[in-house]
């Protein structure tokens, strides 16, 4: 794929993702997508939780938007290299009323033009 066919791929799936679009991101993934989130349960946290599928993807951003508050994604920057797109933001807000800042990484592989995987990075700030 040529870096332009990247970055479309990437706003399509960060365009879907956005709007918990089932059908769009069923489109631009594959079918062993896996999120690997930057944190998980309290006594797994270093490892963070892997999820498996669009299905799971969708039930996290609902889960999100009934316990987070006030969120701002800033600074967005998005690039490819290669067969992947490297995604960097600061992300804030609220978490069922406990605030949160963040730097983020979000590293998404692609095969075949389609991508196979989200692993999530974040770097609280004080």
């Known amino acids: 794929m040529t870096k332009r ?3 479309n791929l990437m706003e399509q799936f960060r365009v879907a993702y956005g ?3 089932r059908e769009t991101l069923l489109r631009v993934t594959s079918d062993d997508f896996e999120w690997h989130q930057h944190a998980g349960a309290a006594d797994d946290r ?3 939780r892997v999820l498996e599928g669009i299905d799971a993807l969708i039930e996290e951003i609902q889960w999100r938007r009934e316990h ?3 969120v701002k994604y800033e600074n967005l920057e998005e690039r490819s290299a290669g067969d992947l797109l490297v995604q960097t933001f ?6 069922d009323g406990e605030p949160f800042h963040a730097k983020a ?6 095969r075949d033009g389609l991508i196979t995987r989200k692993d999530t990075y974040w770097k609280y700030v004080g």
């Open 5 to 7: 066919e990247m970055l």
């Open 19 to 21: 709007r918990a679009d």
């Open 46 to 48: 270093p490892l963070g």
């Open 68 to 70: 987070w508050q006030d």
């Open 90 to 95: 600061t992300v804030s807000g609220q978490e």
């Open 105 to 110: 990484v979000d590293l998404y592989p692609v």
